[in-house]
Nanobody, 116 residues
Framework: QVQLVESGGGLVQPGGSLRLSCAAS????????MGWYRQAPGKERELVAA???????NYGDSVKGRFTISRDNAKNTVYLQMNSLGPEDTAVYSC??????????WGKGTLVTVSL
């Protein structure tokens, strides 16, 4: 079992920045890939960014050039630095951890609101 705890969401003005964190505990040694998805009201969930243990990264098209994902394997933590935020980035951001055994674990999500 893997437990994920997200932090760092909140309200930010357009053009601002936020950093999300997701800390894994439990059988964290089994995690191969960690990442973030988001879901805005009335929209489907979409990939934001993902990173493997060896730090191979992929981003969703809508965040390329603005968001940066990073990972501290020693702390079992993944970070999402979000810059140049716009109202379209408003969503619940959820952390995911995928294990070598094919299991996916999800965090509870953290709300990011971009508004004046």
């Amino acid at each position: 079992q893997v437990q994920l705890v997200e932090s760092g969401g909140g309200l930010v003005q357009p053009g601002g920045s936020l950093r999300l964190s997701c800390a894994a505990s439990g059988s964290s040694f089994s995690i191969s890939r960690m990442g973030w998805y988001r879901q805005a009201p009335g929209k489907e969930r979409e990939l934001v960014a993902a990173i493997t243990r060896l730090r191979s990264i992929n981003y969703g098209d809508s965040v390329k050039g603005r968001f940066t994902i990073s990972r501290d394997n020693a702390k079992n933590t993944v970070y999402l630095q979000m810059n140049s935020l716009g109202p379209e980035d408003t969503a619940v951001y959820s952390c995911i951890a995928a294990t070598y055994g094919g299991m996916d674990y999800w965090g509870k999500g953290t709300l990011v609101t971009v508004s004046l």
